[in-house]
């Protein structure tokens, strides 16, 4: 069984205000998230923008003096179920 095939959508799902609520309050964490890190002076994002891919939205930080990016990756959500929300720190010395 292929997981990440097209599920059919029902009618249900498509009038479901609860889902697209849900993604847009996901998605407004991430500016909120970065905005508390920077005021407590544990990230900067100077020169850093936020970005987005077809299965994830979020920024770069810089926290400490790793380079970071909090997102939220719905193909790791759907894969791992754990949480939508993720911090990824690229190999940095």
Do not use: C
């Not at 998605?27 to 077809?54: C, F, M, Y």
């Amino acid at each position: 069984m292929d997981n990440e095939a097209f599920l059919p959508v029902s009618m249900e799902e498509l009038t479901n205000l609860e889902v697209p609520r849900r993604l847009i309050g996901l998605a407004d964490l991430i500016p909120d998230l970065t905005e508390k890190a920077v005021s407590l002076g544990i990230a900067n994002r100077t020169g850093l923008i936020p970005t987005h891919g077809w299965y994830s939205a979020g920024r770069y930080l810089q926290i400490g003096p790793a380079g970071a990016w909090v997102n939220i990756d719905h193909r790791k959500w759907s894969r791992y179920g754990i949480t939508p929300l993720w911090v990824r720190f690229p190999d940095t010395k």
